[in-house]
């Protein structure tokens, strides 16, 4: 399964395997899910949301020193 | 599909851990407008007919401020304005200042643009850049910017300058202050400032009691022109260390900030009561004639080191 993340100026195609919540992506990437808030698709998800093939992930950096 | 626990509809966008709440995009903003609101009767921050000045930075918080109390100022009950701080943090505060003509433009709110050299002589960088220098940017850039923000509130006729401190930012001033035995500062901790002087404008915190990542969902959810960039001085505080240290206690404790919150301003009176026992005199600056406990206010003395003037 793949994704998009776009994270600040950055693109990537992330490769996933199975069921994963959009928070074990961030885990995956480093990023910590209490200073971001994510849109999938355009729409504003909360992190406990699954991420599905295909999916275009916005992470907007929003608190820093967090 | 996850379901509004407030009305039924999908999709949604926050689970609150601390209340087990879920809401859609329309109920958090509508919850969370309400929960300003009731603060700001509760704790009596706004009067009829009060003439607010907001500190609008261009951040997240600045411009959640301005859009909730648009609201009151659309029903004539305050009058509001904004004043922005240009100082002078070069790639950074442009695009802050920018963002922050736009908002009180859209809203057709008067706006009131100040920049520390102007005042001051120098840009923050400039500052910052002398070896000589003894204080840290936010000592420098939080003197300044007070001074000035007072000075353009008291010559507009503001009542009331609302700033956009939010929860993380409040408990990490109680946490901080307190790790740090700083219980003068302590006792001045709250939601509406009780100034020593009356050419001190009384200070408001509307966002006092919300999370900082419940104002960046607001902002985002309502679509508000906001940054997000990162003030380059701001690693540099021991504040900064709190506020990370708090935050990684909140992701297994939730409600933590809150609670630390409302301890905090239950034995504030008493803290209070205990240590206001020297009371300092407040006179008059002898260079500007703003209220100052010395001879020259912090804000003169900095300016004459900084420009080499002892
Ligand atoms: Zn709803
Ligand atoms: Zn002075």
């Known amino acids: 399964m793949t994704i ?11 490769e996933i395997q199975g069921n994963m919540t959009i928070k074990e992506v961030m885990d995956t990437m480093d990023i910590s899910s209490q200073t971001v808030v994510v849109k999938k698709n355009n729409e504003i998800v909360m992190e406990e949301e699954i991420a599905e093939d295909g999916d275009i992930i916005e992470v907007i950096r929003v608190i820093y020193g967090g | 599909m996850k379901k509004c626990t407030k009305c039924g509809a999908t999709p949604v966008i926050i689970h609150r851990k601390a209340s ?11 919850s969370i407008t309400d929960k300003v ?3 700001i009767r509760r704790n009596k921050l706004i009067e009829k007919g009060d003439k607010v000045a907001v500190a609008l930075s261009g951040g997240k918080d600045s411009v959640m401020v301005l859009d909730i109390l648009n609201s009151l100022y659309e029903r004539n009950i305050i009058d509001l304005f904004a004043i922005t701080i240009d100082e002078g943090i070069e790639g950074y505060r442009e695009h802050g200042v920018e963002i922050a003509v736009k908002n009180a433009n859209k809203l057709g709110l008067d706006h009131r643009i100040a920049s520390i050299k102007d005042y001051f002589g120098k840009t923050l960088d400039e500052i910052m850049t002398d070896d000589c220098r003894e204080h840290g940017a936010c000592t420098y850039c939080g003197v300044f910017r007070r001074w000035i923000i007072n000075k353009i509130a008291r010559e507009e006729g503001a009542t009331k300058i609302a700033t956009g401190h939010n929860l993380d930012d409040e408990t990490q001033a109680i946490l901080m202050n307190y790790l740090e035995g700083n219980i ?3 006792t001045r901790i709250g939601a509406k400032s009780e100034p020593k002087s009356d050419k001190f404008t009384v200070k408001i915190k509307p966002l006092r009691e919300i999370p900082e990542k419940e104002v960046a969902l607001y902002a985002i959810a309502r679509e508000l022109d906001v940054h997000f960039d990162e003030c380059p001085y701001s690693r540099e505080s021991f504040r900064g260390e709190v506020g990370r240290f ?3 206690l909140s992701v297994n404790h939730p409600t933590i900030m809150f609670s630390t919150l409302k301890g905090f301003d239950k034995i504030k009176p008493a803290i209070k009561k205990e240590f206001s026992g020297k009371k300092v005199k407040i006179g008059m600056c002898i260079n500007c004639g703003e209220p100052a406990s010395h001879e020259l206010c912090r804000a003169c003395l900095f300016s004459k080191k900084i420009n080499n003037e002892e």
Not at chain 1, 4 to 14: F, H, L, S
Not at chain 2, 20 to 30: A, V, Y
């Open chain 1, 4 to 14: 998009t993340v776009i994270y600040g100026n950055e693109k990537q195609t992330v």
């Open chain 2, 20 to 30: 087990g709440q879920i809401l859609c995009k329309e109920c958090f903003i509508e």
């Open chain 2, 37 to 39: 609101l009731k603060g």
């Open chain 2, 184 to 186: 003068d500062n302590l």
């Open chain 2, 246 to 248: 708090i935050k990684e």
